[in-house]
């Protein structure tokens, strides 16, 4: 396990920090790409996600809808599907972790992602129902059918590339990540081992994949209304309760995306970089603009309109990001609970336990390669420090009650920690940052108590639908990549592998989970951006025909 994490995050090292060095830190080339085409594509269609923003949400609602027109499912049905891809983990456990590591600011550059990228999902979406096709009876669309149709054959190797790379992301990002936070937040709460969620979400998944996208967009267009319907109610009581603190939150958001003191795990004061690359990336990984992923679902959609579910589309980041993520970024915020630390039970060598340098002045940063062993006097590391979600700890017991300090040695290797009296323990105590879902369960916890002791309940009863609502959807994603590749047959195959894939996702270690998804999703950015680019006058010419024969009034 490991050396696999050494490798990917090697990978994931060179695609997420190859780019232009600016001072002491570097703009990865695949940020500045994202972010560009997004800012193009805003100037080239002339801000159609400001002002088109309420006639996407006429169309979504199906004022416009002819059961007549060619398609699978309705624009809300697609939307819905897209939607329980997106609105999901990423809302809960992605906004926590861009927080942990980022700080406050981070959330800043979440709403720069998103507004960029309602114009960039307008554009795929759009495409996406321009050039695709009819298979077997069922619609098949997506960036592998413009960058090949629209682009012309010549470009078909970089359509089947991109097919073969967001067949894979789905397996990790849309699946693998999913499985993984529903596992960590079923363990943080009830001791549940994440073998026994991971089948159980597995059987869930399966049962539901096997129906195609008409029963897929039936689950979702219920299942997402109704979790993001009960997150948001939960995440606006709370803000209701404390409306004296949102100002002052969302300034703090602001002067900390210019000049940031980090998160609890960041890397110091002033790493402004740092900051907006955690806040990019969970921004893309919550709304997937850019990646490809959601034209594929929006492709099914009916109607004879490229433009009407292009509008429908740009809904999806404002939704996304910056309505439901900028609520659980508040809360987290609001509560304190991101700079807090808190009794944890830590497994020794496994899980999210890490280690780190802490400098002279205080500062840290997460060690390459996992030491061999780690003195610690007194409940203190000396050297290497023992570390929580890449925080260190300050004081290490052996007992719950942290009245006994250990001394000894951490062995990461053989997962245990031996004593100076010779006592081994698979277990240490101490107070320990937390992340990912279980620090926004911890804010809802915190936010709701003073009328119950239930906030972390409705996190995780999300947590649980929107990671088995988002692999669902993912798996409709893959499975139209295996088809363009290597046809009809290799459909059932997929979906198999998938629903397996769901279970080996519950069982890897967070870190390992969410670098694969990050480095899968980088590799998958690039050739449907590219076609973006290159499709903008083609863009451009639909979007004003569109607007110009306004045929929503005919």
């Excluded at 900390?256 to 740092?274: M, R, S, Y």
């Excluded at 999806?316 to 807090?340: N, Q, R």
């Excluded at 694969?516 to 999703?521: A, F, I, Q, R």
């Amino acid at each position: 396990m490991e050396s696999l994490e050494q490798v990917v995050e090697s990978i994931n090292e060179f695609i997420w920090s190859s780019g232009i060095p600016v001072g002491d830190q570097t703009i990865p080339f695949i940020v500045i790409a994202l972010l560009g085409v997004g800012f193009f594509l805003t100037l080239r269609l002339g801000f159609v996600q400001v002002r088109r923003l309420g006639h996407g949400l006429a169309v979504a609602t199906g004022r416009y809808d002819d059961p007549d027109d060619p398609g699978d499912v309705s624009h809300f049905q697609a939307l819905s599907t897209a939607l329980s891809a997106t609105v999901g983990i990423g809302n809960i456990g992605g906004v926590a972790i861009a927080l942990h590591w980022g700080g406050p600011g981070a959330l800043f550059w979440m709403w720069i992602t998103a507004l960029l990228g309602m114009a960039t999902k307008f554009s795929e979406v759009t495409l996406a129902q321009k050039y695709r096709t009819t298979e077997g009876g069922d619609v098949a669309g997506g960036p592998m059918y413009y960058i090949e149709k629209g682009l012309g054959p010549a470009w078909k190797p970089l359509a089947v590339f991109f097919a073969v790379a967001l067949g894979l992301t789905a397996f990790f990002t849309g699946n693998g990540v999913q499985a993984n936070t529903v596992a960590d937040t079923m363990d943080a709460t009830f001791g549940v081992p994440a073998w026994i969620t991971g089948l159980v979400a597995a059987a869930i998944v399966g049962g539901v994949v096997l129906g195609g996208i008409k029963r897929i967009g039936k689950v979702t267009s219920i299942l997402a209304p109704a979790m993001a319907g009960l997150y948001v109610t939960g995440a606006l009581i709370i803000l209701a309760m404390n409306v004296g603190e949102i100002g002052p939150a969302l300034s703090l958001v602001v002067s900390e995306a210019f000049n940031p003191t980090a998160g609890v795990a960041g890397t110091g004061v002033g790493a402004i970089l740092v900051t907006a690359m955690w806040g990019v990336k969970r921004g893309l990984f919550s709304n997937e603009a850019g990646q490809g992923s959601a034209p594929i679902a929006h492709a099914a959609a009916r109607t004879d309109e490229p433009v009407s579910e292009g509008v429908v589309a740009l809904l999806e980041p404002f939704i996304d990001t910056i309505l439901i993520c900028t609520m659980t970024a508040m809360v987290i915020i609001i509560t304190g609970v991101w700079k807090d630390f808190t009794p944890t039970e830590l497994s020794v060598g496994q899980g999210d336990m890490t280690y780190v340098e802490v400098k002279a002045d205080g500062s840290f940063t997460p060690l390459d390669d996992t030491p061999e062993t780690v003195t610690v006097t007194e409940g203190k590391s000396v050297g290497p420090a023992v570390a929580w979600h890449d925080a260190p700890i300050a004081v290490l017991y052996v007992d719950a009650e942290q009245t006994t300090p250990f001394t000894g040695t951490v062995d990461p290797q053989g997962n245990k920690a031996v004593a100076a009296d010779g006592t081994e323990y698979d277990t240490l105590y101490g107070d320990a940052a937390e992340s990912g879902a279980p620090l926004t369960m911890l804010a809802f916890r915190r936010g709701l108590g003073p009328i119950g002791d239930f906030g972390h309940h409705i996190v995780l009863l999300c947590v649980v639908l929107f990671g088995v609502s988002t692999a669902i959807s993912w798996s409709y994603y893959g499975d139209r990549c295996a088809n363009y590749v290597l046809g009809p047959k290799a459909v059932g195959p997929y979906r198999a592998v998938f629903v397996l894939m769901h279970f080996m996702g519950a069982v890897l270690p967070l870190s390992v989970a969410w670098t694969l998804g990050d480095m899968l999703m980088g590799v998958v950015i690039l050739p449907n951006l590219i076609a973006l680019v290159l499709l903008s006058p083609k863009l451009v010419e639909l979007t004003r025909d569109y607007f110009e024969r306004q045929p929503w009034k005919q």
